[in-house]
């Protein structure tokens, strides 16, 4: 009797058994895997997958026999999708390391086993169904990947760089390991529209009609603006994605990397399918450099799936809150200036850097910038009332003094001439200027403009088309390809020039086009500048960049993961007391279960591939970023605990030709000496001498 009442109890409980599921959670919160087993719904296509036999083509050395021979490939008159490819993966070595035996390759990095260099790589594009985002992702698979003891490294690239950016740098530290790495070029990539032809890049780097298609890397057709009359009475232009997308990618920066983990899982399911991966059983490291170290800092920021179990950032460029309130000291005394926005230090750069050059006190001996047109800035600055002094010695003096005291190192002055000459500065105000504001290439803000360059780098000229066939892999974002593509001044004096070379019409003189200079200053600080007014149309304008700035400002909180970031005290682009000093001290404060440690790094800046161009020959950065990686490893895997945060007294070697050696670049030591050690309490920090 009993049994027989209990049947319909349990048959009506069976029955209502879907829709108590549906009540509760989907039945995938019961398999915690079958979400990773599903197609990721933000991708346009299945991803599409390549093998690589380690031999004839590899996933680190492409056609390359080798990463020596990598160095040196040369592309073919007609190259294939895998010509290109190599030539991307050589761009990510070349461009962002010093690739010579003495400074370290083929050493401390520069090496890949068999095993890593085989195995698959998949491609997949992350879009809204638009054309206008079309985030390049992919996942490489070595042949040494366990499936039983799965881990996966995330490396959004750095910079604008396309999706193999960060792949001959981290990524080959996570194939060595037997990690699938999971890229992304973060919704920037080089997309590249050149207007009057109407080309631009299809996602294997070919050259493409761009007309309506919406499966390009960019396609400024698609932004709703009327070129017809920004063609016609400015030829030879071209538009960018990072600066003229009008997506301000950067907000999104964190959400496409932790997208590029999930896309890692899904097809690492899809070729193991017996193995059941998640987060769950799968060690995921996210780690890149630059804005790619601002990326996976982000991403870990928004990881409310706890996909990420461990960040490693090296010289990250972040956007701390605005009046965050932040304490930052050297040796126990406060810093001048700190926790500025990019968009805000960099336009400060634009005006003096070039000027502080000619500063007796840098006694430059590369000359990276044109002296007399530096001593013309310094004219024009000081006409301006922007410096003092009524001699070049007292007005690139006062320049390099308001570089110190707005945030700057000294130890970093050593570094403004080549990032002044090689147009960094410029580059990076223009494309933020642009992508805060969402603006349209056809509004030409400040007076800029990006174009192809004739031989005498005056006046620009259809972009050279052996330059842009080649532009996918060669290219970082934002201009500057290898000379071809560069930032040019349309208002300058006798017509449009490279900047570089622009005479301003405020003073008649070649003087690197202050007006730009000064007109990027009024939009980042909402004033007057020197003695120009800022304009109703620059205020607008203004408003506009300080929307788009609130949408990336960082907050702090890692949700109690292990993190490592390091940074080198010379870094002259991403300054230290702007970004990973006051960052460190944010953390404490917000995140009460902080796992944060910081490595403060002497003689390393921010870009490796420029160590052997000075007197002293700075250390390379990436060898603490790689060490740092090795520490979270072993945290991750083993327990051990993080070294205390520090300063890493490196030495700079004497010249390019003395091999680096563990005296140049110390390891990190495992218990610093108390005057190494770097103090981070809630909202402060006080970094060693």
């Not at 290109?84 to 035996?101: E, F, H, K, M, N």
């Not at 950016?165 to 080089?190: H, M, S």
Request: with cysteine; hydrophobic share 45%.
């Amino acid at each position: 009797m009993f049994k027989t009442r209990k049947l319909p109890i349990v048959a009506a409980f069976l029955s209502a058994l879907p829709f108590l599921l549906v009540a509760c959670g989907s039945a995938d919160d019961l398999d915690p895997v079958a979400p990773y087993k599903l197609k990721p719904e933000f991708l346009t296509a299945e991803p599409s997958r390549t093998d690589y036999d380690g031999a004839s083509n590899g996933l680190l050395t492409g056609k390359a026999a080798s990463l020596t021979a990598l160095l040196s490939y040369q592309l073919p008159a007609n190259p294939s999708a895998a010509d290109l490819r190599t030539l991307a993966i050589q761009t990510s070595y070349t461009g962002l390391l010093d690739v010579t035996p003495a400074g370290g390759f083929g050493s401390y990095y520069g090496r890949i086993s068999a095993a890593g260099n085989k195995g698959s790589e998949y491609v997949a594009v992350s879009d809204d169904g638009s054309g206008k985002q079309n985030v390049t992702m992919m996942v490489t698979v070595p042949s040494n990947f366990d499936a039983s003891k799965a881990c996966v490294v995330a490396v959004p690239s750095s910079g604008s760089r396309p999706v193999y950016g960060e792949l001959g740098t981290i990524g080959e530290w996570a194939l060595n390991k037997g990690c699938a790495v999971a890229l992304t070029d973060k919704g920037g990539g080089v997309g590249i529209h050149d207007l009057d032809r109407d080309a631009s890049f299809a996602f294997d780097g070919s050259v493409a009609t761009a007309g309506t298609r919406k499966d390009l890397t960019f396609n400024a057709n698609l932004l709703g603006d009327d070129l017809s009359i920004f063609r016609a009475t400015k030829p030879n232009r071209l538009a960018l994605k990072h600066a003229h997308g009008k997506q301000n990618p950067e907000k999104d920066w964190g959400k496409y990397t932790l997208q590029s983990i999930k896309l890692a899982l899904y097809v690492l399911n899809k070729q193991f399918p017996n193995a059941n991966l998640s987060p769950a059983n799968t060690l995921v490291i996210a780690s890149s450099i630059s804005n790619g170290g601002a990326a996976v800092l982000r991403a870990a920021e928004q990881d409310s799936e706890g996909l990420i179990r461990g960040v490693v950032a090296g010289e990250p460029q972040l956007n701390l809150p605005d009046n965050a309130g932040l304490m930052v000291k050297r040796g126990g005394l406060n810093v001048p200036m700190s926790a500025k926005p990019l968009f805000d230090y960099i336009t400060v750069a634009g005006l003096y850097q070039a000027c502080a050059t000619q500063s007796a006190a840098l006694a430059p001996s590369s000359a990276f910038v044109i002296a007399a047109f530096a001593a013309n800035r310094c004219a024009s600055l000081a006409a301006q009332g922007l410096v003092t002094g009524g001699t070049l010695a007292e007005q690139s003096a006062d320049a390099l003094a308001k570089l110190h005291a707005y945030g700057w190192e000294a130890e970093s002055d050593l570094l403004h001439d080549s990032h002044y000459g090689f147009e960094f500065t410029e580059l990076v105000a223009h494309t933020y200027a642009n992508a805060f504001a969402r603006a349209s290439v056809t509004e030409g803000v400040c007076g800029y403009s990006v174009a192809g360059i004739d031989a005498s780098y005056k006046t620009p000229v259809v972009p050279a088309a052996d330059a842009f066939k080649t532009g996918w892999a060669t290219g970082g974002g934002l201009g500057f390809l290898g000379g071809a593509f560069n930032i040019i001044a349309d208002t300058a004096v006798g017509g449009p020039a490279l900047f570089l070379l622009a005479a301003s019409p405020s003073s008649g003189k070649p003087d690197f086009y202050l007006d730009g200079a000064t007109c990027l200053r009024r939009l980042a600080s909402g004033v007057d500048v020197g003695r120009f007014s800022i304009s109703a149309a620059e205020q607008a304008l203004a408003a506009r960049i300080k929307t788009g700035l609130s949408e990336v400002r960082v907050s702090g909180d890692l949700r109690g993961k292990p993190v490592v970031i390091v940074h080198g005290r010379s870094d002259a682009l991403i300054p230290v007391n702007h970004n990973s000093r006051p960052y460190a001290a944010l953390n404490k404060r917000v995140d009460a279960s902080s796992g944060l440690r910081y490595y403060e790094v002497t003689d390393a800046n921010h870009f490796d591939a420029l160590v052997g161009m000075y007197p002293k020959t700075l250390v390379p950065l990436h060898v603490y970023t790689l060490r740092a990686l090795d520490l979270m490893w072993a945290k991750l895997t083993t327990g051990a605990a993080l070294p205390d945060s520090q300063l890493v007294r490196a030495q700079a070697r004497a010249s390019s030709s003395v091999v680096l050696t563990d005296a140049h670049v110390p390891a990190i030591a495992t218990t610093p000496a108390d005057a190494d050690r770097i103090f981070i309490t809630a909202g402060a920090i006080d970094v060693a001498n």
